[in-house]
């Protein structure tokens, strides 16, 4: 930048010819010397920097960012004039007639294997819900060390059924995963699920302390994080819950919807008090591929425990859907035989925006195999 | 501090931390560079500032003040270096809130030696009790294989009479050393009493293995019993012994030993440990029940113990037994109504008790019992009810004073036909205030409706409830109908969708007919039954005073 000279120097510097100093074009290497020694030093700078720096400062005992559930929905792969749910009925396989209780379970699989491709060709076939590579998380309810007879936990040929079911569709990983609070092996074990699924071959994920992670939720009950089972879905790409359709003392009915309160870490029973506060907030928090209701036993009474044959009665339905406020509607007013209204947490779903009831023109429910 | 010293400080400093490292390096460098550099942009004309139309060079000694403030710089980092590892150390010579002596000094100085020996002796204890720990582990280890080698040899020794009493010395000198590792469950010694010819045949297979000692048993007289199966004393002692002390007597009631032939207890599959029983307590119930807990809670459960069995070779065929401690009899009698269907089949155990599908329901005491079978099978239904006889018989040794259910149920009018009689703990008849109800069912003309009774631990409280049961009646739109009656201090008939309810207060107790479909037949019965209730109706479960205690408590836990 040129220096402005006075009138007297800008007419000595016209005379003389001189250059002014100032407007002096700079040498090459003192150009070169100064812009290479300013980087020389600030790079030295940085260097240092980045050589003392403390990697486990403040930053490394922060919190990690709390977790968030994907949206394992494909709703946009839906034709939207199939039904969004659909009931399949069968027959019930009676107990007698069977060599041996493999024979049975057997039998028992083939039926649930053939009711819910039945209800997923209704809804699109099942390429529609799972792609090759797929992982896919099955998340039964296992709640209890009972045998699946009294009808408190999901039936272990149904969660068997669904990975068979997978695997066949391309799926690359099947998880099979619940978090019962007391004695998750001896739960899976008496439930049956636990073999059920690794025989289907399926991958058996059961609670372990590092596997729980703080997960935002946003929900009326859980406004902030809360600390979930949440390893089974650091990988997954598609979520299916398979629940039973039982009696609940709190809730009034255990279905889809409740099956996730077992992803919930302790102290759960906390929630008992807004238990439908939380259920609630599930239909925020996940969002399934698809979800199975298994109406084929169903614990009337008692629920959710149950104990005694008596609770329980045998049906023939299985429902499919991609929304649990509806299947779990639709099964609370046709399995149960409750009247719809003791369903508290369903009103507050659909209140919310978060879920939508049943209704006859996207429901299909008389398809029989 | 002469030239070596200082050499020394600063070697000690590049070898303390990388951080002192770098600052240590840099600022030498730094030091040792700025006048060269000064020099050599001093030759270049760099210091050369324009003074009118030429440049001049700077004064000398204005340079080298310059060269010298920038020397400052690093000078001043390695100041605050060398200080900073000596400041902490010193920093009480320092303070001047402190007396600063020359005795002081030496205190520090002993303190600070002191708190280094301290130091160094929790790390000598801490090594010596690793060492310890690790021994003690061996030894327990070694133990438990002679325990597990014991048992065998005892077992063999049934056979072999000779060997039982040199073994039973062996056991008893080992009991010392279990004792002194902290394995304090005891073994078991052979059993020297029992005749000689039951020993042999317990064994049979050991027996015929040692015939050289069995020469001199006399032939056996008569046939053993066949052994009973369950489990061994020892384990049971070690079972209880881990056991919290609360749920102990419960664990105690569960048949663990003594089983009947063919019966085994099941082992629960829990990782790196054999278990056969689980207990809760009412704040960790949730944990076995989940949200089936809360309705055991709202009974005020105390506790929860329960073990599962299995016919040998047929793991599928299970029957789970839990026994329930609830507040008092009336709230375990309040849970088994609250379960019970409507078709279910009585049968005689304890104060009360149902089979449903081979699953059998009792309460006794203040205990509720459950026997749960998940296979329609005969045999698990006779075991379930053997269970929960054997059970009921240890609760019912427990006799509670005062009236029991059956004496309030009693009060309840025979007439017209009654049939079944319930406790119902809350929200009776969908009313939040009336609890702990007493009900019957009545038949008249092909027309039912139950009959009820709540005492109240005064007078004061049970008008209190009455006028709040008409007050409630009349919002949800009821018409009320007072009728007048000697036997009873008030007696309303209330009238809501053609359902009629009679309802009266006598002394301390509401009672009453609820949801008949005509009046007459109700104010009837209402009219005889307020006849036949004496004057003060005894309360269940604690004194008036306990009651009166108990809700106050529960009011002033709901208040915010």
């Known amino acids: 930048m040129s220096e402005k000279l006075t009138r007297t120097q800008q007419k000595n510097l016209e005379r003389l010819g001189g250059v002014n100093p100032a407007e002096a074009p700079i040498p090459r290497r003192q150009f070169l010397t100064q812009v290479g020694g300013t980087a020389a030093v600030v790079g030295g700078a940085v260097g240092a920097g980045l050589l003392i720096k403390d990697n486990w400062g403040m930053e490394g005992v922060k919190p990690p960012p709390p977790q968030r559930l994907k949206d394992y929905s494909v709703l946009d792969r839906l034709n939207p004039s199939d039904p969004k749910l659909v009931v399949v009925r069968s027959a019930p396989i009676d107990s007698v007639g069977f060599a041996s209780k493999d024979e049975e379970l057997l039998a028992k699989e083939d039926q649930a294997l053939r009711m819910i491709l039945a209800a997923l060709k209704e809804m699109g076939g099942i390429e529609k819900f799972i792609t090759k590579g797929d992982v896919v998380v099955v998340k039964p309810n296992v709640a209890f060390d009972k045998n699946p007879d009294l009808g408190a936990t999901t039936q272990p040929d149904t969660v068997s059924a669904v990975v068979k079911l997978c695997l066949k569709a391309g799926a690359r990983k099947v998880i099979v995963a619940d978090n019962p609070i007391n004695n998750p092996e001896s739960c899976f074990f008496k439930t049956k699920v636990g073999d059920a699924a690794l025989r289907a071959g399926a991958e058996v994920m059961m609670p372990q302390e590092s596997y729980f992670e703080q997960l935002y939720v946003g929900g009326d009950t859980i406004k902030n994080t809360w600390k979930m089972f949440y390893r089974p879905f650091r990988d997954a790409t598609k979520v299916i819950g398979v629940s039973p359709v039982k009696d609940h003392n709190l809730c009034k009915a255990t279905v889809t919807m409740k099956n996730w309160y077992g992803l919930l870490g302790n102290p759960r029973n906390q929630f008992h008090q807004d238990i439908h506060g939380i259920i609630s907030d599930f239909a925020l928090m996940m969002k399934p591929t698809f979800v199975i209701a298994d109406g084929r036993r169903l614990l009337m009474k008692n629920g959710p425990t149950g104990g005694s044959l008596n609770d329980v009665k045998k049906s023939d339905a299985i429902v499919v859907g991609t929304d649990c406020t509806a299947v779990d509607s639709w099964c609370v007013s046709r399995l149960l035989e409750k009247p719809r209204h003791e369903i508290v947490y369903l009103d507050k779903v659909i209140a919310r925006g978060w879920g939508s009831d049943w209704r006859p023109q996207w429901t299909k429910d008389d398809v029989w195999v | ?560």
């Open chain 2, 1 to 560: 501090m002469n030239l070596q010293d200082l050499w020394v400080r600063l070697g000690e400093l590049y070898q303390a931390s990388t951080v002192d490292r770098v600052t240590l390096v840099s600022s030498g460098v730094a030091l040792a560079t700025t006048p060269l550099a000064f020099a050599v942009l001093g030759r270049m004309k760099w210091f050369q500032a324009r003074r009118g139309r030429s440049l001049q060079t700077p004064a000398f000694w204005s340079v080298v003040c310059s060269m010298l403030l920038i020397m400052g710089v690093p000078a001043i980092v390695l100041a605050i270096l060398v200080k900073s590892e000596h400041f902490d150390k010193n920093r009480y010579e320092f303070d001047p809130n402190q007396p600063f002596s020359v005795a002081d000094q030496g205190r520090q100085y002993e303190a600070w030696n002191l708190l280094d020996a301290t130091y160094k002796l929790d790390e000598a204890v801490r090594a010596e009790q690793e060492r310890l720990a690790k021994i003690r582990k061996e030894l327990t280890d070694g133990v438990k294989k002679v325990d597990d080698a014991m048992l065998v040899l005892r077992e063999s020794a049934r056979g072999a009479p000779r060997v039982i009493a040199p073994l039973n010395g062996v056991l008893e000198s080992l009991g010392s050393l279990r004792k002194a590792v902290a394995i304090d469950a005891p073994q078991q010694l052979v059993n020297l009493t029992a005749e000689p010819a039951a020993i042999a045949s317990s064994s049979p297979g050991t027996a015929a293995s040692a015939p050289a000692m069995a020469t001199n048993v006399p032939p056996p007289a008569v046939a053993a019993p066949p052994a009973a199966a369950g489990l061994a004393r020892p384990e049971i002692e070690a079972i209880l012994a881990s056991t919290p002390e609360p749920q102990k007597p419960l664990v105690q009631m569960l048949p663990l030993e003594d089983l009947p032939a063919g019966w085994e207890l099941s082992k629960l599959p829990v990782k790196g440990a054999v278990k056969y029983v689980e207990s809760f307590n009412a704040d960790n119930l949730f944990e076995k029940m989940d949200g089936g807990a809360e309705s055991y809670i709202q009974n005020g459960v105390k506790g929860m113990a329960c073990c599962s069995y299995h016919p040998k070779g047929n793991p599928d065929g299970e029957v789970q037994l839990f026994v329930f401690e609830m507040g008092d009899p009336l709230k375990a009698r309040g849970k088994f109504d609250a379960e019970k269907p409507d078709k279910a089949n009585p049968v005689p155990i304890g104060e009360g008790a149902y089979v449903a599908d081979g699953s059998v329901f009792v309460h006794a005491n203040r205990y509720y019992t459950v026997a749960s079978i998940a296979q329609n099978d005969p045999k698990l239904a006779e075991f379930s009810k053997y269970l929960a006889t054997r059970v009921a018989g240890l609760q019912a040794k427990e006799k509670s004073s005062g009236p029991s259910s059956e004496d309030l149920f009693s009060l309840l009018p025979g007439e017209p036909k009654k049939s079944g009689t319930k406790y119902v703990a809350k929200d009776v008849f969908g009313y939040s205030f009336l609890s702990d109800v007493f009900l019957a069912d009545y038949e008249v003309e092909d027309m039912t409706f139950q009959g009820f009774l709540r005492p109240y631990a005064t007078a004061e409280e049970a008008i209190k409830i009455f006028d709040q049961y008409v007050e409630t009646a009349k919002k949800d739109g009821a018409e009320i109908k007072v009728l007048e009656n000697s036997k009873a201090e008030k007696m309303v008939l209330s009238s809501n969708i053609g359902l009629i309810d009679v309802v009266f207060v006598k002394g301390n107790a509401v009672g009453g007919a609820n949801g008949a479909s005509t009046e007459k037949p109700a104010e009837e019965f209402a009219r005889k039954f307020a006849e036949s209730l004496p004057a003060q109706v005894p309360l269940i479960g604690g004194s008036a005073e306990d009651r009166s205690t108990e809700k106050s408590a529960d009011a002033e836990k709901e208040e915010p």
